[in-house]
């Protein structure tokens, strides 16, 4: 199976599985227990992927990098209730300033 075959089964697969979505009725995702999964369910799965992308390395290792004084400048203005822009900003030039100093190489 070439690459693009498999892009392509992707593809499909993805469409048919918003497709389906649209089929379910409405009753079986309207309740209260699935309208509060479903608000949390993202913010679960993107502190998981910041965590993996952050602190483990290649091996499975623990690694503080930059990354990490980014993603604490991040907590500390979104704690601060700055602006979305401005966090990913600023978080992008701690990490290159820490990263030209080599000191979180």
């Known amino acids: 199976m070439t690459m693009w075959i498999a892009v392509l089964l992707a593809c499909v697969a993805c469409f048919a599985l918003k497709f389906v979505g649209y089929l379910v009725p409405e009753s079986w995702v309207s309740g209260g227990r699935t309208s509060r999964i ?3 369910l993202p913010v679960a799965l ?3 992927l910041l965590a993996v992308q952050t602190l483990v390395g290649s091996g499975g290792s623990l690694v503080i990098d930059a ?3 980014a993603i604490a400048v991040a907590i500390v203005l979104l704690l601060l209730r700055a602006n979305f822009i401005i966090v990913v900003l ?3 030039v701690v990490a290159g300033v820490l990263r030209a100093l080599g000191v979180m190489a």
Do not use: K, N, P, Y
Request: no cysteine; proline share 0%.
């Open 38 to 40: 479903t608000t949390l």
């Open 46 to 48: 993107l502190a998981g």
């Open 90 to 92: 600023a978080a992008a």
């Open 67 to 69: 990354r990490v004084g």
